[in-house]
């Protein structure tokens, strides 16, 4: 199984940064689209990812045509424009979860062409957004739930105590 984020034109380095966290954590591999509002060696967004980068499978594009280009899966764009609720779609193997500009989300060009793609995260009507950050967090983790978190620590530990002498 493989699951791919995709950052297309992200502006912020500790949304990145964070995001970055979050794939190295998961095993997801993370994408960028350029232009973006930072570079590479952003300390923001190295401070932002703390010691995980070695762990991060990273790719950079120079747009969204080299992209898709390279890249061949099942493609799912999160919008707040979009009509179907990210919680009611399959993920299949090999599946990229495609995130907007902070600003401006996905280029709705994009949206239309792909509209049963698209998902939304509900949220109230009266505010615009989830920070970037945790809109990914969302999307990840819903597909590796519906992939049964393979690969991935089910069980933690405590430090002082043995979890078997508990009630």
Known sequence: MELNIVLVEPQIPQNTGNIARTCAVTGARLHLIKPMGFTPDDKQLKRAGLDYWHY??????DGLDDFFARNDGE???FSTKAENTYSDVGYPDRSFL???REDAGLPERLLF???RRCVRIPMRETLRS???SN???IGVYEVLRQ??????QNKGRLREFDWNNAD
């Open 56 to 61: 991060l499978d990273i790719t950079y594009y």
């Open 75 to 77: 493609y799912f764009f």
């Open 98 to 100: 495609f995130f907007g």
């Open 113 to 115: 062409e792909n509209k």
């Open 130 to 132: 989830l920070n970037l």
């Open 135 to 137: 809109s990914v967090a």
């Open 147 to 152: 992939w049964n978190f393979p690969e991935l």
